[in-house]
């Protein structure tokens, strides 16, 4: 059996080229998914295209980007795809798992797509930075009003109570005012 792979990171995305490409490759079966590829966590149709692999299959992905962005996660796969007896196959990277040279590429292009994550987080970092320092970017407004939980505490309200009438919880109320839980 021969299953596709196809994942972009957000909703406005389209995955219909990979489809394309997948359905070429002559998949027998074909999952697609809308979720990052930074972590394995929540990414349901992966998980079942790997529980469904068996020996001889091949699962196929356009790019080693849409399996994995990380070195970790991608090992982690390969190992899971190879110990089925599977193979793993890319459209568009000379990458087969079945051949020596496929192997090392494989891992060349898992190490520039984690490069490539860790550089837009970079710049993302730069981006916030510069923009807190225009003041443009302050982050999110407090959930919770320091003041009136000093002003409640004042009146003699527990920091049970305050928690329950902020809704809000206790912890957050003590560590306000500065004491220690329980």
């Known amino acids: 059996m021969r299953y596709g792979y196809a994942r972009v990171s957000t909703i406005d995305q389209n ?3 990979q489809e394309e490409a997948l359905t070429n490759a002559r998949c027998d079966m074909i999952r697609v ?3 990052s590829g930074t972590s394995r966590e929540g990414r349901s149709e992966l998980e079942t295209l790997l529980a469904f692999l068996r020996e001889g299959d091949v699962l196929v992905v356009t790019r080693i980007d849409r399996l994995a962005r990380s070195i970790a996660d991608l090992q982690t796969i390969i190992a899971e795809v190879k110990a089925k007896g599977a193979q793993l196959q890319c459209t568009e ?3 087969d798992t079945g051949t020596a040279a496929g192997k ?3 891992d060349m292009l ?3 797509a984690e490069f490539e994550t860790n550089l837009r ?3 993302q970092m730069e981006g916030i930075a510069a923009a807190k320092e225009r003041g443009v970017y302050k982050g999110r407004r407090p959930s919770i ?3 009136q939980i000093h002003a ?7 920091p049970t109570e305050i928690a329950r009438r902020l809704r809000i919880g206790r912890t957050s109320v003590y560590r306000c005012l500065g004491r220690v839980a329980g």
């Open 104 to 106: 090392a590429f494989l």
């Open 145 to 147: 009003d320091r003041d």
């Open 152 to 158: 409640m505490n004042a009146e003699g309200v527990s």
């Open 110 to 112: 898992g190490v520039f």
């Open 121 to 123: 987080k970079e710049r």
């Open 15 to 17: 995955a219909a080229t």
């Open 93 to 95: 990277q000379p990458v």
């Open 33 to 35: 998914e809308k979720k």
